[in-house]
């Protein structure tokens, strides 16, 4: 009992550390309005442990490995954790990493997780963890902190304290022990979130030197990972497990009991220890190889400052976030901050230190000049995410882009990334969606990377004729229902994206690709019926789908037509070309009156299988969910931008917040939050590449722009409240601006704009063309 008092005493005075220094406002720093835990409970699918802006390390704590509903590997609503692993992905729908599980226990070691498998009412199975029946272990978010850096937790079954914090490519971990002869710390090499590891090896270089590898055959095909791990004091036992059994030498023949090799290994170092004994270690990994994973930790983490980390890191998040400071509550801070790191986690560094990292070809390459980035969901991000990059950080976006175009390179398709995870391509959603986050850097004039060479890469990729029917759909007009799965959402993003291609060939000066991807870029007009006044799809011979249920949802792709989504919700996927959508619906009144329809929709606030991530419902509008991410704004086309301005605000604040549940769906590598960023300056990239924002309401009351070009941008509002939402009037830089849309340009000069709010519509502004 005493040494469980300690460690509560322990856990308790840094709880009350952290509250006094929340208390003092007067050094309160913008690092500590970021709540990692916002996006962990429900659908977000965030992660809650330490990491650096893009960095390649997210270590931090495991509570699921098989569930697809916990993509991140941690859920605020489970009691047991696995242990604590070196990487994860944030908010995506799909799990992958979780590589380099590491335990503490006291006592016996076990080397299984220990786990049950249950099926829900849709016939999910799910595993949930057992306590007592593996290393599992119980823990209480009462005995957790979570802060920007850094990461706590007390294991009350081991009475053990972990802390965690990370550099951009190392982890540190710091144990605390009560007094005992078995201590053990246990790595993992088999664990991986939802995958399976095809082969590993460790070896035990000294007693203070631990290096190995996996190989992970999951939703990334072929993943290698070395890892190099310091512990700060010799250990007194050291045991590898090889497929549930001891390596050692049994006099039978010569074996090794400091290396072995296989799919299924852990190894444990074991010590004796004082009352609160402190144990360090330090882990530094790398696609490339253990030599290079040690390079990687002695240059990041070249002592054993545990502190020092974890104030690096939050040096460096009070950088990030000094790039956008906003006035408001403290839920609105924490809101928009948590939403800015979740922003700016993804994509991640690949790379070593040296430059050096794996390719797409499964060879080691060399980044000069450039730093490497992966981790591309492109199909969400490219929407708000890479044009909140062009405002604030363009440098990173113009490496984020020679990254995607070394992928072109080392690919035996010369395909530009559509889903790109480490050195890998996942082929996971559709279009390419590469091409409106260069082609909107083009039109930007974000200087770092070669146009010509970017050009003949969105060019190359959109003209591959092996690729998800992107010939036919050239040839035809469309994608055939009847030849190609989701071939309504195809043919809406592609026309897209060749809208983009056509932005590029213009500001360039090619002029015939210019009107070539120009009349590509209206094939939404051959899927648009006009009996239903919906995008339907289409068979080869022109016949349109029937039976047509325009609000089913369909969880089989091989048989839908839509990607996670209705009929009702894509067919108002035309952003490049809103006004001739507003023709072909009869003119704006028909139009306002169709888009009405869509958020009042009855029953469609039932979720779906399928459908259960993708939530923030108003009637058949899902902003869970990235295709619904334009379509509030589509009023300011219309003549209506008071309807725009009701709806942003409804959204910002019942979809939006400060709590675990506050995200409504898959935060999707940040895109989910990047929305809420644009929303709370006021304006929105409905059409990327298109040089334009559509203006929707300002949901903080100031939010001052550091500009990555040096300038200074701000947005003011004048009578903020909750009650508030029309705008009355705006001024650009002290002139009445009385359209519903702002030039990118406008903004990147710097200035101000002036919003000035009402509980009423004014149905005089935002109408002028």
Same mark, same amino acid.
């Given at each position: ?450 146009? #010509? ?9 959109? *003209?591959?004729? +092996?690729? %998800?029917? !992107? $010939? ?116 704006? #009144? ?9 958020? *009042?929709?009855? +029953?469609? %606030?039932? !979720? $779906? ?134 030039? !990118? $340009? ?24």
């Amino acid at each position: 009992m005493k040494r469980i008092r300690n460690i509560a005493l322990i856990i308790a005075a840094l709880l009350v550390a952290c509250s006094s220094l929340q208390a003092q406002k007067a050094k309160k720093e913008l690092a500590d309005y970021i709540k990692p835990l916002i996006g962990t409970n429900g659908e977000g699918n965030t992660y809650p442990g330490p990491a650096m802006p893009h960095g390649m390390v997210q270590i931090g704590p495991d509570t699921d490995m098989k569930s697809w509903e916990t993509a991140s590997g941690y859920e605020y609503g489970d009691s047991v954790v696995i242990g604590f692993s070196m990487q994860h992905l944030s908010g995506t729908g799909i799990p992958d990493l979780g590589d380099f599980l590491v335990m503490p226990s006291v006592g016996r070691p076990e080397f299984k997780a220990g786990t049950v498998a249950q099926k829900d009412k849709y016939g999910n199975t799910h595993y949930i963890q057992v306590p007592d029946s593996g290393y599992c272990t119980r823990f209480n978010h009462q005995d957790e902190i979570v802060k920007t850096g850094y990461y706590a937790v007390r294991l009350p079954e081991h009475n053990v304290l972990l802390e965690l914090a990370a550099t951009e490519r190392a982890g540190i971990m710091r144990f605390t022990f009560p007094k005992t002869d078995k201590a053990n710390i246990m790595m993992d090499l088999s664990h991986v979130l939802q995958w399976n590891v095809k082969w590993s090896n460790v070896r035990a270089e000294s007693k203070t030197l631990v290096t190995g590898y996996h190989l992970v055959q999951g939703w990334a095909k072929e993943r290698h990972l070395y890892f190099a791990a310091r512990y700060s004091r010799p250990y007194d036992d050291f045991v590898i497990m090889n497929g549930g059994k001891r390596v050692y030498y049994n006099t039978a023949r010569f074996r090794s009991k400091y290396e072995s090799a296989g799919p299924d290994l852990q190894y444990y170092t074991r010590y004796s220890t004082k009352e609160n004994e402190v144990i360090l270690v330090k882990i530094g990994i790398s696609a490339v190889s253990s030599a290079n994973a040690l390079m990687n930790l002695d240059a990041e983490i070249p002592g054993w400052n545990f502190d020092k980390v974890v104030s690096d890191a939050r040096k460096a998040w009070n950088r990030e976030m000094g790039k956008m400071v906003i006035e408001g509550t403290e839920e609105e801070k924490e809101t928009f901050y948590t939403s800015l790191y979740h922003s700016l986690l993804t994509p991640t560094i690949y790379q070593d230190v040296d430059g050096s990292y794996r390719g797409l070809d499964q060879t080691i390459h060399k980044a000069k000049g450039v730093k490497n980035y992966s981790i591309f969901s492109l199909w969400d991000t490219f929407r708000a995410e890479h044009p909140l990059f062009n405002l604030i950080q363009p440098d990173r976006n113009a490496d984020m882009i020679n990254s995607m175009l070394a992928h072109y390179d080392q690919s035996v398709d010369h395909l530009l990334p559509v889903w790109s995870l480490n050195n890998n391509e996942t082929w996971c959603m559709i279009g390419y969606h590469a091409v409106p986050v260069i082609a909107d850097a083009i039109m930007q004039g974000i200087k770092g990377f070669n146009y #010509e060479k970017a050009y003949e890469a969105s060019k190359t990729t959109a *003209m591959n004729h +092996d690729y %998800d029917s !992107v $010939e036919e759909y050239a040839r035809i007009g469309y994608v055939p229902f009847d030849h190609e799965n989701e071939s309504v959402s195809k043919t809406l993003e592609y026309a897209f994206d060749d809208y983009c291609i056509a932005q590029m060939a213009k500001k360039l000066g090619k002029q015939k690709d210019y009107e070539y991807f120009s009349k590509r870029s209206m094939a939404y007009k051959n899927i648009f019926d006009p009996s239903t006044k919906l995008m339907r799809g289409r068979d080869s011979k022109g016949n349109w789908r029937t039976p047509f249920d325009p609000h089913g949802y369909i969880d089989d792709m091989n048989k839908r037509d839509i990607t996670e989504g209705t009929n009702w919700q894509y067919s108002w996927y035309v952003p490049q070309d809103v006004k001739g959508l507003i023709a072909l619906q009869g003119g704006k #009144e028909a139009f306002c009156t169709k888009l009405d329809s869509l958020f *009042m929709e009855p +029953d469609k %606030d039932k !979720v $779906e299988k399928g459908s259960e991530d993708i939530l923030g419902r108003f009637g058949e509008y899902w902003h869970g969910n990235e295709p619904a991410h334009h379509v509030a704004y589509l009023y300011d086309y219309a003549g209506k931008p008071w309807k725009t301005q009701n709806l942003v605000k409804r959204i910002m604040t019942t979809q939006y917040g400060n709590k675990p549940n506050s995200l409504c769906g898959n935060d999707d590598c940040g895109q989910m939050s990047a929305w809420y960023i644009f929303n709370a300056m006021g304006f929105y990239p409905v059409a990327p590449a298109s040089n334009y924002y559509a203006i929707g309401t300002p949901c903080a009351k100031e939010v001052k722009v550091k500009l990555g070009n040096g300038k200074t941008f701000v947005t003011r509002t004048v009578n903020y409240s909750p009650e508030n939402c029309y705008i009355q009037s705006v001024k650009l830089n002290g002139k009445e601006w009385n359209k519903a849309f702002i030039p !990118v $340009e406008e903004v990147k000069k710097g200035g101000e704009i002036i919003f000035t709010l009402g509980n009423k519509p004014n149905m005089n502004w935002g109408i002028e063309k």
